[in-house]
Nanobody, 124 residues
Framework: QVQLVESGGGLVQAGGSLRLSCAASGRTFSIYTLGWFRQAPGKEREFVAAISWSGGRTYADSVKGRFTISRDNAKNTVYLQMNSLKPEDTAVYYC??????????????????WGQGTQVTVSS
């Protein structure tokens, strides 16, 4: 089992920044990829970014150039630095872990464990 706990969400004005953190515990040695997803009210959960064990990164087109994902394997923590935030970034952000695929996968169905989510609200 892997447990994931997100933190760092909050309310920010458009153009501002936030950094999300996700701490993993349990069988962390089994994790290949850590990813971030988000879900806005009335919308499906969507991929934001992911980072593989070796450091390979993948981003959704909507966040490229604004968000940066990073990973500290020694601390079993993944971060999402979000800059130039827009109102359309408002959502609950979820951390997810993939223990089966050595390369980054985008679909949410490819992830095995999920955190409880943290709210990010961007005001205009």
């Amino acid at each position: 089992q892997v447990q994931l706990v997100e933190s760092g969400g909050g309310l920010v004005q458009a153009g501002g920044s936030l950094r999300l953190s996700c701490a993993a515990s349990g069988r962390t040695f089994s994790i290949y990829t850590l990813g971030w997803f988000r879900q806005a009210p009335g919308k499906e959960r969507e991929f934001v970014a992911a980072i593989s064990w070796s450091g390979g990164r993948t981003y959704a087109d909507s966040v490229k150039g604004r968000f940066t994902i990073s990973r500290d394997n020694a601390k079993n923590t993944v971060y999402l630095q979000m800059n130039s935030l827009k109102p359309e970034d408002t959502a609950v952000y979820y951390c997810a872990a993939d223990i089966n695929n050595s390369r980054v996968v985008v679909p949410a169905s490819g992830y095995d464990y999920w955190g409880q989510g943290t709210q990010v609200t961007v005001s205009s």
